[in-house]
């Protein structure tokens, strides 16, 4: 069926309600043909045909393309389905089938949001999956190989990937503007109240993607950071070494288990007289400040802030980590302008003050950041989530067990 056939009214408002269905079905042809099918037929099933002759049988083809089958089963139906809806329109064909608007709030409903959830909840891992396997010669021949057929038409392997991502937020878009140009009253709530409910569907995915983002970082730093004994901490604390086992440990590895990676990334840390590299954890309760331990000697080329984390972590790399935590309600900032950054010698750099609940200064960090928006963005965090841990505090606290509290050791 062509667009002329299509369009067949005389009446201008029924004309652009046609033209606005006809954008939905040709834009879901496109998202079908060019980016799911191509997936499917280029990439997954050359991998398997591969994996049946005992190459890269290793590849989790699920943590790649996740729920790929069902997303084209789903918009195959869906494209079926409209076009025989459309067709009953024009009266091309008899039958009591659905209407328009029943249509799409079952295909919705149903199918369609559901189906892109299950994906868009992949989508991080996969990408990091992807990333962890491009350094092997053997996947990356077959990306490129997969990459260079025709129906790519130039697009790479993480550009089809985050297509089913880009077809849900316009989702909405489309469905607004088939209801802007309904005739009917009735049609257009109903059409607006879907495009809310997929509104809705995005940003509950967009949390649980961010919560499970961040569960899978907390647990995997959760076994990457060293806590330094108070004895190897601060070396006026003499404790015989007949007298440590007195000293309870206390298990600081819990200590972010619930807690939520709010911002991460590496900053240079002034140290006496010189500068070292560290790596800092912003949570919603306190600041880790954290020295990079290497197990072996790596590359230390700049990456992404969510990729460096990612790939130190993969690489086995600790986080030993430097004094105590901070808690953001004990945390002062300080802005280095640019005459004393630059007299200091010191450009793009604040200093974090750690204050005791007497208010008295136990700690001060000179940190400096690769620009200043960098450092902005830094103090801006920091500000923000203790303007948050203070609102929270203000309100009534629960009822705790004495014995559950713990004072800073150097209180």
Not at 79 to 99: C, F, H, S
Not at 186 to 207: F, H, K, N, P, W
Request: aromatic share 8%; hydrophobic share 40%.
């Amino acid at each position: 069926m062509r667009c002329s056939d299509f369009l067949v009214t005389s009446d201008p408002q029924l004309l652009k309600r046609q033209e606005a269905i006809w954008e939905l079905f040709t834009s879901e042809c496109v998202y079908f043909l060019d980016q799911l099918m191509v997936l499917k037929e280029v990439f997954l099933v050359m991998l398997l045909n591969l994996q049946q002759k005992n190459c890269l049988s290793d590849i989790d083809s699920w943590r790649l393309f996740a729920n790929l089958n069902e997303l084209c089963l789903v918009s195959s139906s869906f494209l079926k389905n409209l076009l025989r809806v459309i067709k009953q329109m024009l009266e091309v064909t008899q039958g009591d089938g659905p209407t328009l608007l029943e249509l799409l709030r079952k295909a919705f409903q149903e199918s369609i949001c559901p189906c892109l959830e299950k994906y868009c909840l992949n989508y991080t891992s996969a990408l990091l999956y992807l990333y962890n396997l491009m350094p092997r010669e053997d996947f990356r021949s077959y990306v490129k190989w997969c990459e260079r057929s025709e129906h790519c038409r130039r697009l790479q392997l993480r550009d089809l990937l985050v297509a089913p991502l880009q077809r849900l937020t316009r989702y909405p878009l489309l469905l607004r503007n088939v209801a802007k140009k309904s005739p009917s009253a009735e049609e257009t709530r109903g059409l607006l109240s879907i495009a809310e409910q997929v509104d809705v569907s995005i940003c509950d995915l967009e949390g649980k993607v961010k919560w499970l983002d961040n569960y899978r970082k907390v647990k995997q730093l959760r076994d990457a950071l060293v806590w330094i004994p108070v004895w190897e901490r601060d070396k006026r604390t003499l404790i015989p070494e007949s007298l440590k086992h007195l000293l309870k440990a206390v298990t600081l590895e819990n200590l972010i288990s619930h807690r939520s990676l709010l911002h991460e990334g590496r900053l240079v840390l002034t140290e006496n007289t010189k500068q070292i590299d560290v790596y800092l954890f912003l949570f919603d309760e306190f600041l880790l400040i954290t020295k990079i331990k290497r197990n072996k000697k790596q590359n230390t080329l700049r990456l992404q802030q969510n990729q460096e984390l990612d790939q130190l972590l993969k690489e086995g790399c600790t986080f030993t980590v430097l004094d105590q935590p901070i808690s953001l309600d004990r945390l002062q900032l300080r802005n280095i302008d640019q005459l004393n950054a630059s007299t200091s010698g010191l450009p793009n750099s604040f200093i974090i003050m750690h204050h005791n609940r007497y208010q008295q200064c136990i700690g001060a960090f000179i940190l400096q950041a690769t620009s200043e928006s960098a450092k902005r963005e830094w103090m801006s965090k920091i500000e923000g989530a203790s303007t948050a841990l203070l609102k929270l505090d203000s309100q009534p606290p629960p009822v705790k067990s004495s014995s559950l509290w713990l004072e800073s050791s150097q209180i």
